[in-house]
């Protein structure tokens, strides 16, 4: 972990500044491949063309139902077979180690999750979209690419997500036709089916990443400044409610992730999540996950209840995966009754957005409370506003940080603290810009202060550069 970020302790006797010095800020590099990745990508490649041409093969060739319960000898015996054909046919010559990688990645193919496993093996993957058998894109460094990988026909991929679903022991078809899921790996994944999709199956799984993205590595890659994550490190080492807002895949799980890194291992901590996605590196922490109904329409576990269950395991702070409901009452309520420095994420385009869906999401709840008072509590709950964003070049970055300073009329008042600034667009189609202060003094400085958070003395000077 980044030395410098480690969180403070509560006010209490003198204490020496943990943040003394500024180092100078490590090298920035924009999350794309390096030059010696990019011959590895493109060696990847090209071995998962030739796997994916050999698979489509094996396809055809075995008995797809009876390979399950094959022996793996006499599996890989099959499967060496059908590959010294294909690879005859298609004039391909490999050396015997290729074969051997080649044979190992085509057992795993035909075992696991037919075409997807190369791609789920592949760490420059981060999302897998399959739409309908016939096309499958992938994301790579922010950006989308369609693949070669295709499913045989609709039946090949109906048995992957049946595959799935049964190992969670749910089940997908036309009277419930979407599930979410999880793979062994902790890979999150949604299935939609027909009917409900319309010209076949669509399968989406947004890779687990077994290291996320710390502050430091989000750092390097430029996703916000050293000032911010200072600024961002004294709000949640002085226990302020954070609130990360953010488009679909905009970095709102990495960022509340590694956000929780500012946290003291003192603290209990408890995580809910609709899939649990969080990996927090403190010691003490109670992980939760909701359980969505069972065949018969029973035994839902809601994330509203887990939040409601975990007021009573006495943690010090709560994290919310993501609001999406009746919950996010719950947690403004555990926000406002001492359950401070809690954090959660939000689907919305602004931090203004974030605010407007919030009070959406309480009258759905069902409680008759007039908007004014709903956003009373919205403006004593929530502290700070962190909105990220995934730009036109695929980059992922914070672009704005908002402090709720309370009500304006029936209003919620807010001031941006910092914020990327875009300049221009790049001939390669990057986006230029900076990430500056706005020259707005943070409302919580005198906080920092009592809590013993020394931060430069310019870190909301007009205009800074961080
Ligand atoms: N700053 C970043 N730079 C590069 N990649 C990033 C960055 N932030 C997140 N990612 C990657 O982007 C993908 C999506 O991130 P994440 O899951 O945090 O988004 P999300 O907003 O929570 O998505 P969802 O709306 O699906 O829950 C992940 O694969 C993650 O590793
Ligand atoms: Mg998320």
Known sequence: MFKRYRSPEPPRAKQAPLIQTQPSPPPRRAPGPSAEDQGDVRRRRRLLDLRVTIHQRLLESLNLSAIEDAPEAELRQEIAAISRETLADIGVVVNAQEFETLIGALIDEVTGLGPLEPLLKDPTVTDILVNTHSQCFVERY??????????????????????????????????????????????????????????????????????????????????????????????????????????????????????????????????????????????????????PPNIEGKGEVSQRDL??????????????????????LDMLQAMNTGHDGSMTTIHANSPRDAIGRIENMVSMAGVDMPMKAVRAQ???????????????????????????TGMEGDVVAMQEIFRFDR??????GRVIGDYVATGIRSAYADRFLQWGVALPQDLFAPGRRG
């Not at 956000?259 to 590196?281: G, K, M, P």
């Open 142 to 291: 922010g950006k989308l690419e369609l693949t070669e990988v295709q499913f045989k026909d609709e039946r090949h991929l109906m048995r992957v997500i049946d595959k799935i679903v049964s190992a969670v022991g749910r089940r997908v078809d036309e009277s419930q036709p979407w599930v979410d899921a999880r793979l062994k790996d902790g890979s999150r994944v949604n299935a939609l089916v027909p009917p409900c999709a319309v010209d076949g199956p669509l399968l989406s799984i947004r890779k687990f990443s077994k290291q996320p993205y710390g502050i430091d590595k989000l750092l390097e890659f430029d996703a916000f400044s050293e000032d911010m994550a200072l600024f961002l490190q004294a709000v949640v080492g002085t226990r302020l409610n954070v609130l990360v807002s953010g488009g679909t895949g905009s970095g709102k799980t990495t960022t509340l992730n590694a956000l929780s890194s500012f946290i003291s291992n003192a603290e209990r901590i408890v995580t809910i999540e609709d899939t649990a996605e969080l990996q927090l590196q403190q010691v003490h922490v109670g992980r939760m996950e909701s359980r």
């Open 307 to 328: 939040l409601r269950n975990a007021l009573r395991m006495r943690p010090d702070r709560i994290i919310v995966g993501e609001v999406r409901g009746g919950e996010v």
């Open 378 to 404: 919205i403006a004593a709950a929530i502290h700070v506003i962190v909105q990220v964003s995934r730009l036109a070049d695929g980059t992922r970055r914070m672009v704005s940080i908002q402090e709720i």
């Open 423 to 428: 300049r221009t667009v790049a001939e390669d």
